[in-house]
């Protein structure tokens, strides 16, 4: 490096010769010499340009900062603060470069290296991982620029900058420019790429929306957006709008890149935009294993809908669909019948798989579903689904207002199978008891298959093991005590009948089929559980066990338990016990009757919860259909808004309304077992599923 000393000995030599040939008003001192500031200046600029081109960058940047602590009010300070950059920039220092050309461009912003002080710190901010960065800079300096080739730099510096930053509205604006400016095909088709990626992908609806009323929609660019708004307008559900767009888009590209997609777009949107609205699809399984189900629930629905025999009156189709009981099939089938038969409206799907698939299916054509499934959480698939269902939370939500709200009860003890309906029914339970502040004191379960159940209710009583409990332990010891052998191994074996079971709950729930309850109902009774509220029963029990605190258990249950057989196999052991129900087929209602005596003549069988559900649901949408509550629905956003409406239909399940998801409330019957009949139970007002 060249000495100091040296350098401004030459340095006032220079500005010395400079001094005595122009003068200036503004003056520098220099080493105890006074010199012209802008003379001075220009010398010392000159000093650092000569290292600069003898190869000295150090030199030279050293020179140029010592310039620059001299003369920063001078006519040269810009070109020494870019001559600092780009040589700083060289030498890869690329914070140094950037504080110049920051400085550069936020003290002389009048300078002619303004813009392209701010193109270069923009560029270092990209290089360095701050694309936000660069946008400010990147943004100030397009509008001056007079070279073309930089001009499309920036644009796509700035679009692809946006789009890294998540900007995608942006980004799209100055892709559109690069678009604009680009002089080759293959820059073109490298930016319509980006664009394609970036409205198909990234951009919101409002987004897409401003775009189509300001970007050329007849532009290969403005295609894009016209498609995309297309698209989301269908996702939407706004089929009228989605329609009207498809048909700007056929009319503007008749040769354009989603020619084939549109059309296909605009057939289904014909399809689906006809509707019949006399026409309401079913859809049952009627064929495989489920086969017998969908038959008798068609016939309901037949019923109901007044569509039987030479009995019509008019208004109203029902187009059939069998779903197999197979997934796929039964989205296939609604979509055949929304689109090829145009249905206002489809009823059925009894499963729980096939609901969830027609569901999603009727949800995504904007027809309504009408389902009888007991599936949770169906309607909140999406606003087009309603359901009749009984669903094992309705159950639940039944039982606890008859327990703990008209009989004041708070601790439940729960026994359940391990499948999926006395798990579902046993968690909806606990949930409602949580709710209500209760107490689930005791939950066991067992193998769906079992038929000993002796183990299980020994655990929930407390009587397994048994030498948790005191009574015994204390019998056991006095036994041990006796001398005579025999004597001692009776009183041992006594221990065990001495010891009450430990009731500390109000109910018992038994999530289960009259099958297995038939089952259960005894072993309880066998294990000194206290299953009836009989006084007289009551007294005899604590005569003959000698257990006087052990307090009465209430038996509750669901519709698995509505069956006969269950008294068949359990006898006086149900007595007064509980269960909720979704109908009563031995209702003394007229129209109920009418119902049952006409079904039970066509299937020999009485009719089910899900048969009365299918007989509801058809009398409801006949009603509908033919006017007879409200004007008719001319399509299905009507028929959508005719079945959310729907309050206090009267059907043979009781009064029907649909709440704001979609669900049914309606009243379940609480059934009780009396004198080894099953009856309804007397209660003033039943309690709501």
Same mark, same amino acid.
């Not at 084939?260 to 057939?267: D, I, K, N, P, Y």
């Not at 054509?365 to 009984?390: D, I, K, Q």
């Not at 949930?431 to 209760?438: A, E, H, I, S």
């Not at 038996?555 to 698995?560: P, S, T």
């Given at each position: 490096?060249?000495?100091?000393?040296?350098?401004?000995?030459?340095?006032?030599?220079?500005?010395?010769?400079?001094?005595?040939?122009?003068?200036?008003?503004?003056?520098?001192?220099?080493?105890?010499?006074?010199?012209?500031?802008?003379?001075?200046?220009?010398?010392?600029?000159?000093?650092?340009?000569?290292?600069?081109?003898?190869?000295?960058?150090?030199?030279?940047?050293?020179k140029?900062?010592?310039?620059?602590?001299?003369?920063?009010?001078?006519?040269?300070?810009?070109?020494?603060?870019?001559?600092?950059?780009?040589?700083?920039?060289?030498?890869?220092?690329?914070?140094?470069a950037?504080?110049?050309?920051?400085?550069?461009?936020?003290?002389?912003?009048?300078?002619?290296?303004?813009?392209?002080?701010?193109?270069?710190?923009?560029?270092?901010?990209?290089?360095?991982?701050?694309?936000?960065?660069?946008?400010?800079?990147?943004?100030?300096?397009?509008?001056?620029?007079?070279?073309?080739?930089?001009?499309?730099? #920036?644009?796509?510096? $700035? !679009?692809?900058?946006?789009?890294?930053?998540? *900007?995608?509205? +942006?980004?799209? %604006?100055?892709?559109? &420019?690069?678009?604009?400016?680009?002089?080759?095909?293959?820059?073109?088709?490298?930016?319509?790429?980006?664009i394609?990626?970036?409205?198909?992908?990234?951009?919101?609806?409002?987004?897409?929306?401003?775009?189509?009323?300001?970007?050329?929609?007849?532009?290969?660019?403005?295609?894009? #957006?016209l498609?995309? $708004? !297309?698209?989301?307008?269908?996702?939407?559900? *706004?089929?009228? +709008?989605?329609? %009207?767009?498809?048909e &700007?888009?056929?009319?503007?590209?008749?040769?354009?890149?989603?020619?084939?997609?549109?059309?296909?777009?605009?057939?289904?949107?014909?399809?689906?935009?006809?509707?019949?609205?006399?026409?309401?699809?079913?859809?049952?399984?009627?064929?495989?294993?489920?086969?017998?189900?969908?038959?008798?629930?068609?016939?309901?629905?037949?019923l109901?809908?007044?569509?039987?025999?030479?009995?019509?009156?008019?208004?109203?189709?029902?187009?059939?669909?069998?779903?197999?009981?197979?997934?796929?099939?039964?989205?296939?089938?609604v979509?055949?019948?929304?689109?090829?038969?145009?249905?206002?409206?489809?009823?059925?799907?009894?499963?729980?798989?096939?609901?969830?698939?027609?569901?999603?299916?009727?949800?995504e054509?904007?027809?309504?579903?009408?389902?009888?499934?007991?599936?949770?959480?169906?309607?909140?698939?999406?606003?087009?689904?309603?359901?009749?269902?009984?669903t094992?939370?309705?159950?639940?939500?039944?039982?606890?207002?008859?327990?703990m709200?008209?009989?004041?009860?708070?601790?439940?003890?729960i026994?359940?199978?391990?499948?999926?309906?006395?798990?579902?029914?046993?968690?909806?339970?606990?949930?409602?008891?949580?709710?209500?502040?209760?107490y689930?004191?005791?939950?066991?379960?067992?193998?769906?298959?079992?038929?000993?159940?002796?183990?299980?209710?020994?655990?929930?009583?407390?009587?397994?093991?048994?030498?948790?409990?005191?009574?015994?332990?204390?019998?056991?010891?006095?036994?041990?005590a006796?001398?005579?052998?025999?004597?001692?191994?009776?009183?041992?074996?006594?221990?065990?009948?001495?010891?009450?079971?430990?009731?500390?709950?109000?109910?018992?729930?038994?999530?289960?089929?009259?099958?297995?309850?038939?089952?259960?109902?005894?072993?309880?009774?066998?294990?000194?559980?206290?299953?009836?509220?009989?006084?007289?029963?009551?007294?005899?029990?604590?005569?003959?066990?000698?257990?006087k605190?052990?307090?009465?258990?209430?038996?509750?249950?669901?519709?698995?338990?509505?069956?006969?057989?269950?008294i068949?196999?359990?006898?006086?052991?149900?007595?007064?016990?509980?269960?909720?129900?979704?109908?009563?087929?031995?209702?003394?209602?007229?129209?109920?009757?009418?119902?049952?005596?006409?079904?039970?003549?066509?299937?020999?069988?009485?009719?089910?919860?899900?048969?009365?559900?299918?007989?509801?649901?058809?009398?409801?949408?006949?009603?509908?259909?033919?006017?007879?509550?409200?004007?008719?629905?001319?399509?299905?956003?009507?028929?959508?808004?005719?079945?959310?409406?729907?309050?206090?239909?009267?059907?043979?399940?009781?009064?029907?309304?649909?709440?704001?998801?979609?669900?049914?409330?309606?009243?379940?019957?609480?059934f009780?077992?009396?004198?080894?009949?099953?009856?309804?139970?007397?209660?003033?007002?039943?309690?709501?599923?």
């Open positions: 490096m060249v000495n100091r000393h040296m350098a401004l000995t030459t340095l006032s030599a220079v500005l010395l010769s400079a001094a005595l040939l122009t003068g200036c008003p503004k003056r520098i001192t220099i080493d105890g010499v006074t010199y012209d500031y802008e003379e001075a200046a220009q010398a010392a600029y000159a000093d650092a340009e000569a290292a600069r081109q003898s190869g000295e960058t150090d030199i030279a940047l050293e140029l900062d010592s310039f620059l602590g001299r003369f920063d009010e001078s006519k040269l300070a810009d070109d020494a603060l870019m001559a600092i950059g780009m040589l700083a920039r060289e030498q890869g220092q690329l914070t140094r950037r504080d110049a050309f920051a400085r550069l461009a936020m003290d002389y912003p009048s300078s002619e290296h303004a813009v392209d002080a701010r193109l270069a710190m923009a560029r270092i901010d990209v290089a360095e991982g701050r694309p936000r960065d660069a946008v400010a800079p990147l943004r100030a300096v397009y509008d001056k620029l007079d070279d073309d080739e930089t001009r499309r730099e #920036v644009a796509s510096m $700035l !679009a692809e900058t946006l789009d890294r930053s998540g *900007d995608g509205e +942006q980004a799209l %604006e100055w892709y559109l &420019r690069a678009y604009d400016e680009a002089r080759t095909d293959a820059e073109r088709k490298e930016i319509y790429e980006r394609f990626a970036l409205v198909d992908s990234q951009l919101s609806f409002r987004a897409v929306r401003t775009l189509s009323e300001t970007v050329d929609t007849s532009s290969p660019a403005g295609e894009l #957006v498609f995309k $708004l !297309a698209r989301i307008y269908c996702h939407l559900r *706004d089929f009228r +709008q989605c329609n %009207e767009t498809v &700007r888009y056929l009319d503007q590209h008749p040769r354009g890149r989603f020619l084939a997609q549109a059309g296909e777009m605009q057939g289904r949107l014909r399809a689906r935009l006809t509707v019949d609205p006399t026409v309401v699809g079913v859809l049952l399984p009627l064929s495989g294993k489920y086969q017998v189900y969908g038959e008798r629930a068609l016939y309901a629905i037949q109901g809908a007044e569509l039987i025999g030479d009995k019509n009156p008019g208004g109203v189709k029902l187009v059939v669909r069998d779903s197999k009981g197979e997934t796929e099939v039964a989205a296939k089938m979509q055949e019948l929304a689109l090829q038969e145009h249905a206002v409206v489809v009823i059925g799907a009894i499963l729980q798989n096939t609901a969830a698939a027609a569901a999603l299916k009727a949800e054509l904007a027809v309504p579903l009408l389902s009888f499934s007991r599936r949770e959480e169906l309607t909140e698939l999406g606003g087009y689904v309603f359901r009749y269902g009984l094992n939370s309705k159950q639940a939500k039944a039982l606890v207002d008859l327990t709200g008209k009989m004041g009860m708070s601790r439940f003890a026994l359940y199978p391990r499948h999926p309906y006395g798990i579902e029914l046993m968690n909806a339970f606990w949930d409602q008891v949580d709710q209500r502040k209760g689930v004191v005791g939950a066991e379960a067992y193998d769906h298959d079992e038929t000993t159940f002796t183990k299980h209710i020994k655990k929930l009583v407390g009587k397994y093991p048994l030498h948790t409990r005191g009574s015994y332990a204390t019998c056991m010891a006095e036994a041990r006796i001398e005579k052998a025999y004597t001692r191994r009776k009183a041992l074996e006594n221990c065990k009948n001495k010891v009450a079971p430990a009731v500390d709950f109000d109910a018992l729930l038994i999530p289960d089929d009259h099958a297995a309850v038939g089952l259960i109902a005894p072993t309880l009774a066998f294990e000194d559980v206290l299953i009836t509220r009989d006084p007289e029963a009551i007294r005899d029990y604590r005569t003959t066990t000698g257990f605190d052990v307090k009465p258990v209430q038996l509750i249950g669901a519709n698995g338990w509505n069956d006969p057989v269950l068949e196999r359990a006898g006086k052991n149900v007595e007064g016990s509980l269960f909720v129900d979704g109908f009563n087929p031995r209702s003394k209602e007229p129209h109920v009757h009418k119902f049952v005596a006409a079904f039970a003549e066509a299937q020999k069988s009485l009719p089910t919860v899900i048969d009365a559900q299918a007989y509801d649901g058809g009398a409801l949408v006949a009603t509908l259909l033919r006017g007879k509550v409200k004007p008719k629905p001319k399509n299905r956003a009507d028929m959508r808004r005719l079945l959310a409406e729907v309050k206090e239909f009267p059907g043979v399940t009781g009064l029907t309304s649909f709440d704001d998801s979609g669900d049914s409330v309606t009243p379940l019957v609480v009780t077992i009396d004198n080894e009949t099953i009856e309804v139970a007397e209660l003033e007002e039943k309690p709501k599923g």
